[in-house]
Structure formats: C-alpha cells, structure tokens
C-alpha cells in the first residue's frame, strides 16, 4: 500500500528538531533510516502528522573509540556495523551479529540507533547491547541522560526514550580482557527472523568460567538473561557437563510463548540447543586461554 | 504539503515537486518513468525495487523520494545503458535465469554489488546476498549459476588481461 499523506522537516540540529517535535504536540514520528517506519506507514499501522528526518545530523553519525569505549553514532548502518574496523576491533559481537540482521540491501540504509529504539524482540542487536553493558545516550530539551542497557528495553518495542527524546549515541565499554564472546542464531533461512538468538560473554579465570552474560531474543518480550544458566556456568569448567547443566537450566529463565510461527515449547528446545552450540565453539577458546 | 527534491538519477539532475509521503520507487516510476524499477511488497521485503542510491544497492520501496534529495540514484535503465552489467545480463539470458522477469531488475543490483565487492563468491555467498530477492517463477538455481558464470567469466578475462 501507499502510506497516507504525512509532513516533512528535515531537522537542521538537535536543539532544533526537539523543539520542533515540542511545537507539533505528539503529531510527529522522528525518521532516519525509515526502515521500521516506512513500512508501517506503508502498511497504514501509523499515521503521523509529520516526520522530523534526523538522519542528517552529524552529531548522530560516526564511529569513534574514547576513553569510555566504543561509541557509535544512532545513525551507523547495519552495514558500517558489520564492516567497520573499529567495531571489529573493539565490539567485535557486534560485527558478528550484524551478519544474520536481515538482507544487505536493508543493512545499507537501516540504522543501528534505529534498531534499538524500535526494541523488535526479534532482533539481534538489543540482545548484543545488552550483554555488551552498553549505555544508551539519549537527548532531550532537558538536555542529556545516559541509560544503562539494564534499563533501557522496558518490554515489547518499548524503551526508556521518552516521547521527543532522540537517541543519541550508544556507548560499548571496553570488554575485559580475555573474554570470550560469541553471537549465533537459528532461522529457517539466513536473513528472516530468527527463531531464537543468543549473546554469550564468559570471562574466564584459568580453566574455570569465573563469569558468564547469556542474553536470548526471538524467545520473550525483549532480550531475556538467562541468569540461572549463567549461574549453571560460573566457576565451573566449560565441560560437557557444565553446558548441559547450563542447557537444563534454561526453563527457569525462560518461558516462550505459543505463536503463529513456532510453539513456546519449540523455541525454549531451540534455546538450549543454541546454547549448547554457542558454548562448545568457545570450549577450544577457553582451553587456549588456560594454556 | 509538497517539497521539491533535487537528485541526480542515471547521470542526469532532476528537480520534480512532490508529496514527502512518495517513495523514491513510485517517484522513480510515475515522475521519470523509469519502470525497470519494479514495485512488488511495498515493505522491504521482496526485493524487486532495489536500485542504487550513492553507490549502495537500498529499497526503493523503504527510502522516501524527500530523503534522497542531493543524492546520485542508479536504476536498472542506467545500469544497464552503462554496459556495466552487459555480461550479467546475457548471462541470465544463456542459463534461462528469468521468466517473467519481475525480480530482475532487483536481482541485476545484487549481483551487480556483489561481484564489486567479491568477485569470486562461492555458491553459498551467492545464495546469502540474494537472501533478500524474491523470485517466485525460477526456483534461484539458474540465477546463482548465471551469477557464478559471469563471475567466473569475468576473472578469466582478468587473467588473461593480466597476462598480456
């Protein structure tokens, strides 16, 4: 379909666009990359007043390595994301996960800051930023605020950014060091939504897991913890045992719903089996790192 | 509302005055007359309407014609009067690897894209960056082989270019 007549301004600056947002009174959705919203205008699920494009601001662009970590401007593309040297160096669970996020026609023009205010719980990269401890720059006629990943995915496609707010930035903090970090997904084919996805960090002390971050999407509202297969993991070795005791966990943590797509029961089985694949690729990794 | 959008499309400036809720496939099609660009979901997801916008292949279905003011648009018509894609296109004639010829347009920018930043993909690359091409007629195994031979045909050139 067509989407229905709309306004336009194209946001010369940041304290501008806010206060255009302010002026126009909750008649206005802000468009950057348009991927999430040009279809749903297209498909007639919104139908703002006016879209405030921000894309072509410059204090949203750009990828930059500071003293807090890795900071990547909200409107990166999925494809600078996959290939930019910065992030494979320094977030490089990014680069990994950027990969299975959709096709690489839809990675040229759809933004990372765009992904992760959308917060689809299908998609990987709000369970990537989540495991990564990463801290969401968000602004506002208050001016800025900085929220942690932990609070930042409230529930279904819901966020902390409040109405005329604008995500800024995203911030990676440096990873510690020896980590072993490791995205994967299972989809019936590459590109389509995932049936179910999960980032994994483990921080090792020796041969022991002294730590491990295991977040899931495709299996609840928002990207899920599974803290009691984390606490399966810590102090323990990354054994055959530890990983299906880290497997048998996983109904504690997580509790899928029946869909159109998949029964809950499948995707929790689905969950397991991806942990299961996610960790024995890291055993040789773990093993080099006690030797 | 209208807004008038400047750009530059295969090469040649455009100035046209239009409603901001026009896509860049419909501005494309209905302003220039450019109908190589095909309009098929209308949501990103089928693929027929990609064309290149400063170089990258996007979808002309998910990029607002205002949003592409300033920027240099290739569509299947300029590609194609380029000769840039002349042995693709004649690979796809060779191997059969269209029927109605719906995805084609789409299929020409990913290929095209793909053999400039891997010339030699194998199978399985191939098949992964037409992930997000519908073709509802082929069944995909002509369009990787078309994709495969040109590749293929093309680094035996460069070699024998190089050995000159």
């Known amino acids: 379909m067509k989407p229905p007549a709309f306004g336009y301004r194209l946001a010369e600056s940041i304290p501008q666009a806010l206060e255009t947002y302010a002026e126009l009174d909750g008649e206005a959705v802000w468009l950057a990359g348009g991927h999430s919203i040009v279809p749903a205008l297209a498909l007639r699920l919104q139908a703002p007043g006016v879209l405030i494009d921000i894309s072509r601001l410059p204090e949203l662009a750009g990828i930059a390595l500071t003293g807090d970590g890795l900071r990547i401007g909200a409107t990166t593309t999925h494809a600078e994301i996959l290939s930019h040297p910065l992030v494979r160096a320094h977030a490089p669970m990014l680069a990994e996960a950027a ?112 730590d491990a971050r ?20 810590a102090g323990r070795p990354l054994s055959p045992a530890t990983i299906q005791a880290a497997r048998q966990a996983l109904p504690q ?18 969950a397991g089996v991806l942990l299961g694949r996610i960790l024995t690729h890291l055993v040789p990794r773990i093993t080099e790192n006690a030797a | 509302m209208k807004v008038t959008v400047e750009m530059v499309v295969n090469g040649e400036e455009v100035a046209e005055l239009i409603e901001p809720r026009m896509t860049l496939a419909d501005f494309l099609r209905d302003r220039l007359r450019l109908t190589g660009t095909h309009v098929g979901c209308e949501m990103g997801v089928c693929g027929a309407c990609l064309v290149m916008l400063d170089g990258k292949p996007v979808h002309g279905c998910l990029v607002l014609a205002v949003q592409a003011a300033g920027a240099t648009v290739q569509t299947i018509e300029g590609l194609s009067e380029s000769g840039a894609i002349a ?12 029927q109605c010829g719906y995805c084609t347009p789409g299929m020409m920018m990913t290929a095209h894209r793909l053999l400039q930043e891997q010339p030699r993909p194998d199978r399985t690359e191939i098949r992964t960056a037409l992930s997000g091409n519908y073709c509802r007629c082929t069944g995909y195994e002509a369009i990787v082989d078309a994709i495969a031979a040109t590749a293929d045909a093309r680094a035996a050139s460069r070699a024998a270019g190089g050995a000159e």
């Open chain 2, 87 to 98: 042995d693709l296109q004649a690979a796809f004639h060779d191997r059969n690897a269209l």
């Open chain 1, 214 to 233: 295991i977040y899931f999407h495709s299996v609840g509202p928002m990207p899920m913890r599974a803290r009691a297969a984390e606490a399966a993991l």
């Open chain 1, 99 to 210: 990969q299975f996020v959709a096709h690489p026609a839809i990675r040229n023009r759809a933004t990372f800051g765009g992904n992760l205010a959308l917060a689809d719980p299908a998609s990987e990269f709000p369970a990537v930023a989540r495991c990564l401890g990463a801290v969401f720059d968000i602004v506002g006629l208050e001016g800025a605020r900085e929220v942690a990943a932990e609070d930042f995915f409230l529930d279904l496609f819901t966020t902390a950014i409040a109405p005329g707010e604008i995500l800024r930035s995203i911030l990676i903090p440096p990873q510690p060091a020896g980590a072993l970090m490791r995205f994967d997904e299972l989809a019936r084919r590459h590109g389509d939504f995932a049936m179910v996805g999960a980032a994994v960090r483990l921080n090792p002390d020796g041969g022991l897991i002294a």
């Open chain 1, 253 to 270: 943590d997580l509790d899928p719903a029946d869909d159109a797509s998949l029964p809950g029961a499948t995707r929790l089985h689905l």
